[in-house]
């Protein structure tokens, strides 16, 4: 027998090696070949066009003329251009009889040019192409008022006919498209006053209409500013200057009149708060901890009786009349806007900011004094007649109590703060700014300027 010839047991293969790597050998070329394959397409798909052509877009439908028209006429309403939007407006409904927008538009104009016959025969078309239909209802009830107790106003036939519907809310009503807001008082005032003023009075008021001040007004505030004599006007330039966006040579020597002035004004009120607060902020950065001296001075600040003597109306009704003269559309809501530079909210505001400031570099110990001078202050913002006033007075007192570690009365503030954010937001379901009636504008402006916390509670339905 022939032996057979046998490999060293240390050479010899396990069993299944040799399938094993046969195996492996065929997966590692498959797996080879699907990426050769897959940079293939990777490439494939880089080089083409189609990869970096954009999609091609549908163009969009061009918007239907009648309303184009009708929102041209929504911005003549607002720059006050009354025959240009009538204009406008009549087109518009010629051509889409039934374009809701245009109709609620026209019986609005119709509403507040007296034209009462012209007003039902927008109404009645208007309800008959809308759905929903308490805006038109809530128009159908003004006019009645308007024909029947003129007297009355708009202001509370608004507010009548809106309650009698229901408090609806119109904030998302698309009977009021185009959405023709109560406008910005730089939507219709000149860009350059000087040219609408006939006096110096006259010239103020048109430059605190703006809710921005321009350099060239700011440097006219400046020289201005050490001849006024009224309180309400002092306060309303000094606030209107400190925040003004200026060359810092501009902002320094405006600091330093204000400082001047408001000087002589504390000294003239020695019981009252607001200058002496807006003083703090003329000597110091908004953004600055308050030092040992300040800390004193706010303490004797905090125990004055009054927290101002001014009167934010009567800086109104001067506004408004000059405004007038001066022939700017919507008087009334440009005087508002110089009325609001002249109350507390500003100060309020200083006080909150530098309070974050210094209230960082205390221990929770250490702030009771703070929490002392915060409440104080605050429960009298709080008491003030406008919704800004009345927030920042709330939170002043919120962290006040926190800073004094008064975690109920803390909670009894924040309370009260949730509730006035609710009559807020419940008042404003009215949309009273979005309805293209000048008229009311201009008397929810009056309103608000005499006492807009009572306005709201009014549209609010709170007694």
């Known amino acids: 027998m022939l032996a057979t010839k046998q490999c060293p047991l240390s050479l010899k293969a396990p069993i299944g090696a040799t399938d094993s790597g046969q195996v492996l050998g065929w997966a590692g070329r498959l797996l080879l070949a699907l990426c050769v394959l897959g940079g293939a397409l990777v490439l494939a798909a880089l080089l083409s066009p189609r990869i970096w052509l954009p999609e091609p877009v549908e163009p969009s439908p061009p918007t239907p003329r009648p309303v184009l028209l009708t929102e041209s006429a929504g911005q003549a309403v607002i720059v006050g251009d009354v025959a240009l939007a009538r204009k406008q407006i009549d087109e518009a409904v010629a051509e889409d009889p039934h374009h809701a927008p245009a109709l609620l538009l026209q019986a609005c104009m119709a509403l507040e ?10 109404l009645t078309r208007l309800k008959s192409e809308v759905p929903e239909r308490r805006g038109a209802e809530l128009l159908e009830r003004l006019l009645v008022y308007r024909t029947r107790a003129p007297e009355m106003g708009w202001r509370q036939a608004f507010l009548k006919a809106w309650t009698e519907l229901g ?6 009503s698309p009977l009021l498209l185009p959405r023709v807001e109560l406008p910005a008082v730089q939507d219709f005032m000149p860009a350059h006053v000087e040219e609408h003023a006939t006096s110096a009075a006259g010239r103020l008021a048109l430059v605190l209409a703006r809710p921005r001040i321009p350099q060239e007004n700011a440097r006219w505030l400046v020289e201005q500013l050490p001849t006024l004599e009224e309180p309400g006007w002092v306060l309303a330039t000094s606030v209107a200057l400190l925040p003004a966006n200026v060359p810092p040579a501009l902002h320094e020597k405006a600091r330093a009149v204000i400082r001047r002035r408001l000087s002589r004004l504390v000294e003239a009120s020695p019981r009252v708060m607001q200058p002496r607060l807006l003083l703090l902020w003329a000597e110091a950065p908004e953004w600055a901890a308050f030092s040992e001296q300040e800390f004193t001075v706010l303490e004797a600040i905090a125990a004055l009786p009054v927290l101002s003597d001014t009167s934010p109306f009567q800086i109104f009704l001067e506004a408004r009349a000059r405004l007038k003269e001066a022939g700017i559309p919507h008087p009334g809501i440009g005087a508002f806007e110089a009325a609001l530079w002249s109350n507390t909210n500003w100060s309020a505001y200083l006080l909150l900011d530098r309070a974050e400031s210094t209230r960082s570099l205390l221990l929770p110990g250490a702030r009771h004094r703070l929490g002392r001078i915060l409440w104080k202050i605050g429960s009298r913002v709080s008491q003030q007649s406008t919704h800004l006033e009345r927030m920042m007075g709330l939170q002043l007192m919120e962290d006040g109590a926190m800073d004094m570690e008064d975690e109920a009365e803390r909670e009894r503030v924040e309370h009260a703060r949730k509730e006035a954010i609710a009559l807020f937001h419940s008042a404003d379901q009215a949309d009273l700014e979005r309805w293209p009636l000048p008229s009311l504008w201009e008397e929810v402006a009056e309103a608000r300027a005499r ?13």
């Open 167 to 172: 408090r609806p809310g119109f904030l998302d």
């Open 113 to 122: 040019s007296g034209d009462f016959s012209a007003a039902r025969v927008a």
């Open 451 to 463: 006492d807009e916390w009572g306005h709201i509670r009014e549209f609010a339905g709170t007694p």
